[in-house]
């Protein structure tokens, strides 16, 4: 499947809950917000809607119990890469819950404002992740605390573009910052991007960037940057 090919002014979004009169009222205000339509996937819809098309998929947490929760992220996984999905009305999560949605490019709590939420999801458009830059430095250190991967550093061969773009993900830019400093085109970028992820065995760019700290020798010496903020520090 293709990658979500998006943008601010043109995108499909997707709300996985229930029905109800909160979520009918979520969906009016995010339409007014957004100058789009707001599409409602009921749990037994999301194989057909979610393949039919590409765009952002939030995910109301309260809609589902623990169990249906764990059923929802296997359910998912296989439009990691046809979508940017978010999580909706979320609690404080830890990084070992965070981990467990490898996929997920945004986080919103349950008492963030609409206008809170558009920004985010304009945000994930452009290439973003919408974390708080503590939840990012955590997710890196469950990583190094429980994902080493050892691979063999002979089958990774990454091109001298994927290099340089590696770079600048470590340094917390975006896809449209990336295409800026190398005067090539956001959809580049995320294809780039498609591929090292496939090469170095990650699933998303918390986990790129671990393995980028940690195999440094692949794509040259560099001076490190922490991750920036792609949210807001409240959480």
Not at 1 to 14: G, I, P, R
Not at 47 to 76: E, H, M, P, W, Y
Not at 100 to 125: A, Q
Not at 208 to 233: H, P, R
Request: aromatic share 8%.
């Amino acid at each position: 499947m293709n990658q979500a090919e998006t943008t601010s002014d043109s995108y499909t979004l997707l709300l996985i809950s229930q029905p109800s009169m909160s979520v009918s009222a979520l969906m009016t205000c995010l339409e007014k917000e957004i100058h789009s339509a707001v599409e409602l996937v009921t749990p037994h819809e999301i194989a057909d809607k979610l393949t039919a098309r590409s765009g952002l998929v939030l995910i109301d947490l309260n809609a589902f119990d623990d169990t249906a929760t764990d059923q929802l992220k296997q359910t998912l996984a296989p439009f990691a890469e046809q979508h940017v999905f978010a999580l909706l009305n979320a609690h404080d999560l830890s990084a070992k819950e965070l981990a467990s949605w490898p996929f997920i490019k945004g986080v919103f709590k349950k008492e963030d404002e609409i206008h809170h939420l558009c920004h985010g999801i304009e945000k994930m458009f452009s290439g973003e992740y919408w974390l708080p830059r503590h939840k990012m430095a955590a997710l890196i250190h469950y990583y190094q605390q429980h994902h080493q991967q050892t691979l063999d550093e002979q089958a990774v061969v990454l091109t001298n573009r994927e290099q340089q773009i590696l770079h600048h993900l470590v340094t917390g830019a975006s896809n449209q910052d990336i295409a800026n400093a190398l005067a090539v085109s956001e959809h580049t970028v995320k294809s780039h991007l498609y591929n090292v992820f496939k090469k170095i065995n990650v699933k998303n760019r918390v986990q790129a960037v671990f393995w980028a700290k940690n195999n440094a020798s692949l794509i040259g010496s560099v001076g490190y940057e922490d991750v920036t903020d792609s949210g807001s520090d409240d959480w």
